[in-house]
């Protein structure tokens, strides 16, 4: 490579993320609106927490070999879907799928994907809502849809599945056996304390409570 390639294949690169980073700060200011107008309308916040991040290009490299992926911009973009992701932590189960339902049936928004890993949890225990999205993103160039991996959980699920993933990566993706089966029992304690709390919730507050989604 010349210095020019490698300053232009730098270049790109940068800009390929930067994408990902538009993206991520609209899906943002969408949850925040939601979770503002909600407060204001329903004196009710169904949102714990929200992080969000753009993959490391090392953790980028990693998946794309792991994965058998051809290493241009095309086919990442097409075949990894998290490289944005964002994460919205709910009180309750029913939080997160209202908010789902709320951010994924605004009109500028397409569905790639859902997985449902409440109501089919992963063997691990994992539990999670997961919906790939596209949000256009309008640049000088023209307008772009950059895919965002939107993952919503309560608290109990989000505690159980940052553990898991620290214990998954320190023992290398090989988690002896009865680790893994103390994880399966952590995560069926942590699905009846969400049971519970909601219980209690609609007890204190009623069926009609903010939390309540829309049927
Ligand atoms: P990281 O480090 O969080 O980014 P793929 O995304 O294609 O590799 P898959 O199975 O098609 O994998 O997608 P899926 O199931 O939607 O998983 C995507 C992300 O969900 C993962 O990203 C994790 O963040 C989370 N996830 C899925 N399964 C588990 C699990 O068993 N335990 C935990 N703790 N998290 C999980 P990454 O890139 O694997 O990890």
Same mark, same amino acid.
């Given at each position: 490579?010349?210095?020019?390639?490698?300053? %232009?294949?730098? $270049?790109?690169?940068? +800009?390929?993320? &930067?994408?990902?980073?538009?993206? #991520?700060r609209e899906v943002e200011t969408k949850l925040g609106i939601l979770r503002?107008?909600?407060?204001?309308?329903? $004196?009710?916040?169904?949102?714990?927490?929200?992080?969000?991040? !753009?993959?490391?290009?090392?953790?980028?490299?990693?998946?794309?070999? +792991?994965?058998?992926?051809?290493?241009?911009?095309? *086919?990442? +973009?097409?075949?990894?879907?998290? !490289?944005?992701?964002v994460? !919205?932590?709910?009180?309750?189960?029913? $939080?997160?799928?209202?908010l789902?339902?709320l951010l994924t049936?605004q009109?500028d928004i397409?569905?790639?994907? !859902?997985? /449902?890993?409440?109501?089919?949890?992963?063997?691990?225990?994992?539990?999670?809502?997961?919906?790939?999205i596209?949000v256009?993103?309008?640049?000088?160039?023209?307008?772009?849809?950059?895919?965002v =991996?939107v993952?919503?959980?309560?608290? %109990?699920?989000?505690?159980? %599945?940052? #553990? =898991?993933?620290?214990?998954?990566?320190?023992?290398?993706?090989?988690?002896?056996?009865? &680790? &893994?089966?103390? #994880?399966? /029992?952590?995560? /069926?304690?942590? %699905?009846? #304390?969400?049971?519970?709390? =909601?219980? &209690?919730?609609?007890?204190?507050?009623?069926? +009609? *409570?903010?939390?309540?989604?829309?049927?």
């Amino acid at each position: 490579f010349s210095p020019e390639q490698l300053r %232009a294949l730098r $270049d790109e690169f940068q +800009r390929f993320l &930067l994408e990902y980073q538009f993206g #991520l700060r609209e899906v943002e200011t969408k949850l925040g609106i939601l979770r503002d107008e909600f407060q204001l309308t329903h $004196d009710y916040n169904p949102i714990e927490h929200i992080s969000a991040r !753009v993959k490391t290009a090392d953790s980028l490299i990693d998946k794309v070999s +792991r994965k058998g992926i051809d290493p241009t911009f095309e *086919s990442i +973009r097409a075949h990894i879907t998290d !490289v944005a992701g964002v994460r !919205v932590t709910t009180s309750f189960a029913k $939080d997160a799928y209202r908010l789902f339902d709320l951010l994924t049936q605004q009109d500028d928004i397409r569905v790639r994907e !859902v997985k /449902d890993y409440i109501a089919t949890p992963k063997a691990n225990g994992y539990k999670s809502l997961h919906a790939i999205i596209e949000v256009p993103v309008f640049l000088s160039t023209g307008r772009v849809d950059v895919a965002v =991996e939107v993952q919503f959980r309560t608290i %109990a699920m989000d505690f159980w %599945a940052s #553990l =898991e993933h620290k214990i998954y990566y320190k023992y290398d993706r090989a988690v002896p056996g009865e &680790l &893994l089966a103390e #994880l399966k /029992d952590a995560a /069926d304690s942590a %699905a009846l #304390l969400d049971a519970r709390m =909601e219980r &209690l919730h609609l007890q204190v507050h009623g069926p +009609r *409570s903010g939390s309540v989604r829309a049927v």
